[in-house]
């Protein structure tokens, strides 16, 4: 499934649409060079499961937990990652579990160290619009898949 972006606000709305079609849960990564959005689809799909302070980027940080009610949402950033084995030691598994929702930016820089993702989303940008590509990689991607629109 593919969707033309022109804006921040449709890049916080397919954001909501994930976030209603995750139901808060699962493994969404982020695939796209720097300044294609993927912080503010992000930022979109966190503030739609009803956070309502900042979502910052986790760029120095590598993560940033949020728990919303009974949800726990985890925003990875792995751009500055010198090696996937760092994942292991900031206790990987620990976050990657049935029922939390674990959102990864750069997810190449990980590796074999992560799980496949639910859904693997594609995002490039040319100078005045983004191009986002939603593809299922498991049978619980191919179910948000089917309820994602826009």
């Known amino acids: 499934m593919a969707f033309r972006i022109d804006t921040d606000q449709q890049m916080q709305a397919l954001g909501a649409q994930l976030a209603k079609a995750s139901g808060g849960q699962g493994r969404i990564y982020l695939d796209g060079d720097l300044g294609t959005g993927k912080t503010t689809l992000v930022r979109g799909?966190?503030?739609?499961?009803?956070?309502?302070?900042?979502?910052?980027?986790?760029?120095?940080?590598?993560?940033?937990?949020?728990?919303?009610?009974?949800?726990?949402?985890?925003?990875?950033?792995?751009?500055?990652?010198?090696?996937?084995?760092?994942?292991?030691?900031?206790?990987?598994?620990?976050?990657?579990?049935?029922?939390?929702?674990?959102?990864?930016?750069?997810?190449?820089?990980?590796?074999?160290?992560?799980?496949?993702?639910?859904?693997?989303?594609k995002l490039t940008h040319d100078s005045t619009s983004r191009d986002v590509t939603v593809s299922a990689m498991t049978e619980t991607g191919e179910v948000m898949l089917k309820t994602l629109s826009i």
């Open 45 to 121: 799909l966190i503030r739609a499961l009803g956070h309502e302070g900042a979502v910052k980027s986790p760029t120095f940080t590598l993560i940033e937990p949020y728990q919303i009610g009974t949800k726990n949402i985890y925003h990875f950033d792995l751009y500055r990652l010198s090696d996937p084995e760092e994942l292991e030691y900031m206790g990987l598994r620990d976050y990657f579990i049935p029922e939390s929702l674990c959102l990864v930016e750069w997810p190449e820089k990980g590796g074999r160290m992560l799980p496949s993702p639910d859904l693997l989303l």
